[in-house]
């Protein structure tokens, strides 16, 4: 992340904490989405010209008020704000490694009206399972009814080749 994003990141946390301190407000949902967004955006990763691939595991901690607040809903918010996520990747042309999560935390350690969101990539099962497993070619299926035979192996030869004199050629008689 460039000097620029990290300042910009902590010039956000340094107003929105002063304004959360000031004015008590509660977290709203459209805040967390837009940190979602913002939170795609800073870790997105070019993996090729054509796949640029972003977080899809996110958890958004809270305050203790507003985890109390927003828990009995969380399940639902959850799956609202991984949709949001979805459309926005769709739009900005990102994709996933696996299925979308957002979870909600509670951590005593923020104020109301305060938050802040960890993400990761996390590979879905199957792609986890490929990445894991030894690239191993399939055995050969019998052909014509006879058994599979072993690879070929260069034997080595019996006795080397003298190589052709050199100098002019020889009279001939």
Same mark, same amino acid.
């Given at each position: 992340m460039?000097?620029? *994003? *990290?300042f910009? #990141? ?7 904490? /002063?304004f959360a301190?000031v ?6 949902p459209?805040?967390?989405? @837009? /940190?979602?967004q ?8 070019i !993996?090729? =010209?054509?796949?640029?691939?972003? %977080?899809n +595991?996110?958890?958004?901690? &809270?305050? $203790? ?5 927003l828990s009995?809903y969380?399940?639902q918010?959850g799956?609202? &704000? $991984? ?5 926005y990747?769709q739009a ?7 299925? &979308?999560?957002v979870?909600l935390?509670?951590?005593d350690? &923020? +104020? ?5 969101v960890?993400?990761?990539? #996390?590979?879905?099962?199957d792609? /986890?399972?490929a990445q #894991?497993?030894p690239?191993q070619q %399939?055995?050969a299926?019998?052909? @014509? @009814? =006879?058994?599979?035979?072993?690879? !070929? ?9 003298p190589p052709?004199p050199?100098?002019?050629p /020889?009279?001939?008689?």
């Open positions: 460039g000097a620029l *994003k *990290k910009e #990141q902590r010039l956000e946390g340094f107003v929105n904490g /002063a301190k004015f008590k407000s509660e977290v709203q459209v805040e967390i989405a @837009g /940190a979602l913002r939170e795609c955006d800073n870790n997105a990763s !993996w090729n =010209r054509d796949r640029t691939v972003v %977080p +595991d996110f958890i958004v901690e &809270l305050s $203790a008020h507003d985890h109390e607040r009995p969380s399940g918010l799956t609202e &704000l $991984a949709g949001m996520v979805r459309e990747a900005q042309r990102y994709s996933f490694m696996g299925p &979308l999560n979870q935390e509670r951590a350690d &923020l +104020d109301t009206g305060l938050y802040r960890r993400s990761r990539i #996390q590979a879905s099962p792609v /986890a399972q #894991q497993a690239h %399939p055995p299926a019998p052909y @014509g @009814g =006879r058994p599979p035979q072993q690879p !070929w192996q260069p034997q080595p030869s019996q006795a080397p080749v052709p050199s100098g002019p /020889a009279p001939s008689v």
